[in-house]
């Protein structure tokens, strides 16, 4: 028994931090006493602070992926300044069930940094509009439009801007409504349009300010990988025009992804949510 404590606990020897992802009450006490006076330090990233954590990240979305759970913990301690590049962190999530079930042991590295953190947090819009889209776009892609698989587009924040950089296709069915998305029958009309061409653009607060827009954002210079089609391509070449992010469903592949300052930061399987 000894023998695979000494095994195992090889992943945390000597590390700098422990990252607990939303800890139940007793697990934080327990890491707290682990912790406490050591040099280990303690993070939590959760949903809320339910812990009273004095280093927290709030994780706006269960990534299903512990990778991407993982990564975007990571992110968000470095650019609260609770770790530094370099650092070795355990980090302990619950994968399998509620309870801490699987321990990585990662290298923090600043310049691998995928940019899912700051794609919510150092965006212009507001972080709980980006997670209301994401959401939105997740669920078109687990049912897709009456059972077809469906593709979107979505640009959100600095709406002023892409509105400028982008042409009406159609009558925008939004125009002079003050709806918001994250509202139910909202998320509905939401759905029913994607079957349209173009993109949907959302203001910083959430507010849909259209459908139907084809984006003009110039791609010259936009890298993104090999096998994406236009609709991607439009989609990363507006947020390096503007202040914007995008998030596309693909009705290719299946997969959501999201742009910032013409880059893919974030991919997810609606399948996995
Ligand atoms: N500049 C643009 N602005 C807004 N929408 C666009 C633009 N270019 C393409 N699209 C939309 O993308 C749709 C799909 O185009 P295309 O297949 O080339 O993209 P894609 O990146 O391969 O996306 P998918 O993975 O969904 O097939 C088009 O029917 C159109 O609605
Ligand atoms: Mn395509």
Do not use: W
């Given at each position: 028994?000894?023998?695979?404590?000494?095994?195992?606990?090889?992943?945390?020897?000597?590390?700098?931090?422990?990252?607990?992802?939303?800890?139940?009450?007793?697990?934080?006490?327990?890491?707290?006493?682990?912790?406490?006076?050591?040099?280990?330090?303690?993070?939590?990233?959760?949903?809320?602070?339910?812990?009273?954590?004095?280093?927290?990240?709030?994780?706006?979305l269960?990534?299903?992926?512990?990778?991407?759970?993982?990564?975007?913990?990571?992110?968000?301690?470095?650019?609260?300044?609770?770790?530094?590049?370099?650092?070795?962190v355990a980090?302990?999530?619950?994968?399998?069930?509620?309870?801490?079930?699987?321990?990585?042991?990662?290298r923090?590295?600043?310049?691998?940094?995928?940019?899912?953190?700051?794609?919510f947090?150092?965006?212009?819009?507001?972080?709980?509009?980006?997670?209301?889209?994401?959401?939105?776009?997740?669920?078109?892609?687990?049912?897709?439009?009456?059972?077809?698989p469906?593709?979107?587009?979505?640009?959100?924040?600095?709406?002023?801007?892409?509105?400028?950089?982008?042409?009406?296709?159609?009558?925008?069915?939004?125009?002079?409504?003050?709806?918001?998305?994250?509202?139910?029958?909202?998320?509905?009309?939401?759905?029913?349009?994607?079957?349209?061409?173009?993109?949907?653009?959302?203001?910083?607060?959430?507010?849909?300010?259209?459908?139907?827009?084809?984006?003009?954002?110039?791609?010259?210079?936009?890298?993104?990988?090999?096998?994406?089609?236009?609709?991607?391509?439009?989609?990363?070449?507006?947020?390096?025009?503007?202040?914007?992010?995008?998030?596309?469903?693909?009705?290719?592949?299946?997969?959501?992804?999201?742009?910032?300052?013409?880059?893919?930061?974030?991919?997810?399987?609606p399948?996995?949510?």
């Open positions: 028994m000894s023998a695979l404590k000494d095994l195992l606990g090889e992943l945390v020897t000597d590390v700098d931090a422990l990252v607990s992802f939303s800890p139940s009450g007793s697990y934080y006490e327990r890491a707290r006493d682990a912790t406490d006076g050591g040099d280990v330090d303690l993070i939590v990233v959760g949903a809320e602070n339910t812990v009273g954590a004095d280093a927290f990240v709030e994780l706006p269960e990534f299903a992926e512990v990778t991407e759970r993982v990564r975007f913990g990571i992110e968000g301690a470095l650019d609260n300044e609770y770790l530094s590049d370099g650092d070795d980090c302990a999530t619950a994968v399998f069930d509620d309870d801490v079930d699987t321990v990585s042991r990662v923090v590295d600043a310049e691998r940094h995928s940019g899912v953190y700051d794609l947090v150092n965006s212009r819009a507001d972080p709980a509009v980006i997670r209301d889209v994401l959401d939105v776009v997740i669920e078109l892609g687990q049912k897709g439009q009456k059972g077809k469906v593709g979107a587009l979505f640009v959100v924040g600095d709406a002023g801007k892409v509105m400028n950089k982008s042409r009406p296709l159609s009558y925008n069915p939004f125009e002079k409504s003050h709806v918001h998305v994250g509202d139910p029958i909202v998320n509905v009309m939401l759905k029913e349009f994607s079957r349209l061409d173009g993109a949907f653009v959302i203001s910083d607060s959430g507010k849909i300010v259209s459908a139907y827009r084809y984006l003009e954002g110039s791609a010259e210079g936009v890298d993104i990988p090999k096998g994406l089609g236009t609709r991607h391509m439009a989609a990363a070449s507006i947020t390096r025009d503007s202040s914007a992010i995008a998030v596309v469903l693909s009705e290719s592949d299946g997969l959501v992804r999201a742009f910032k300052g013409g880059e893919l930061v974030l991919e997810l399987d399948e996995a949510y």
